[in-house]
């Protein structure tokens, strides 16, 4: 694992990771996982880590927050969405879509987070910002288009 990088004011920004798999029948499923604090449903996005590409940071994030393994279907983020965290202020988040090849039978925060995989709308519904949720659809169907 690759450093990560103290936060501070002119870098208040992550990398998060939309994981997707694509069941027998063709049908995209994404995994959200609980916050650590409030248990709140999200995806996987952690701050930059030194050595690592957006994208890396990624993918790392979404081994260490929920044990997936897999890989970025495309070097550009698929969006961005802000959010408010009250000891950094605003964070601005460059979400990339990952194709999960695996969960890892255990993998570093599993104790501290739930992970659950939901059809595309019933994970937009469970994201509070609309904008990461409509992300979230777009991210289905180029998982499906590239399938």
Do not use: C
């Not at 920004?13 to 063709?26: D, E, M, S, V």
């Not at 890396?56 to 408010?84: C, M, N």
């Amino acid at each position: 694992m690759g450093k990560k990088r103290k936060p501070d004011a002119a870098a208040s920004r992550q990398y998060a990771a939309i994981p997707i798999r694509l069941r027998k029948n063709g049908k995209a499923e994404i995994l959200l996982l609980t916050s650590r604090g409030k248990g709140h449903w999200g995806i996987p996005k952690g701050w930059p880590i030194r050595n690592l590409s957006p994208e890396g940071t990624a993918r790392q994030e979404a081994f260490e927050e929920a044990g997936l393994k897999g890989r970025v279907l495309r070097p550009r983020p698929i969006g961005r969405y802000r959010y408010s965290k009250t000891e950094f202020g605003e964070i601005m988040v460059k979400v990339f879509v990952m194709q999960v090849k695996r969960q890892a039978r255990k993998w570093p925060e599993k104790p501290e987070r739930k992970t659950r995989w939901f059809s595309p709308d019933e994970a937009a519904a469970r994201i509070p910002d609309r904008r990461l949720g409509r992300m979230l659809r777009k991210a289905a169907k180029l998982a499906s288009a590239s399938a």
